[in-house]
């Protein structure tokens, strides 16, 4: 089983694309911060939606957004400048809005409903 669940705040407003065959694709980062030792340490994760999700997404979600995404991760290699450089991403499965300003609310892939706010 490959289930990443992760929480954090936008970096930038979510980035919507179409592929050439016109499916939706949403990409944008979450910031996730611990406390370890006493040094604030800030991870950031690369996220992926697709479809209607990636529609929910761009609608709700911008910079500085709270959210929880469950997902699969997923690894990629490329070569830049003759460097081979190995990429991870969360392609999003579920993505639930916490900003206590909007309520809780919660995006599926599997769910055909609009979200109630």
Partial sequence: MNLVVITGRLGKDPDMRYTPGGKSVCKFSIAET????????TR???IVAWGKLAEI??????KGSHVLVEGELNQSTYTKDGVKITAFEVVAGKVEFLDPKG?????????????PF
């Fill in 57 to 62: 997404c761009t609608k709700y979600l911008g």
């Fill in 44 to 46: 950031w994760w690369n």
């Fill in 34 to 41: 611990k406390v370890i030792s006493g040094e604030k340490k």
């Fill in 103 to 115: 309520g809780r609310a919660e995006a599926d892939t599997g769910s055909s409903a609009d979200i």
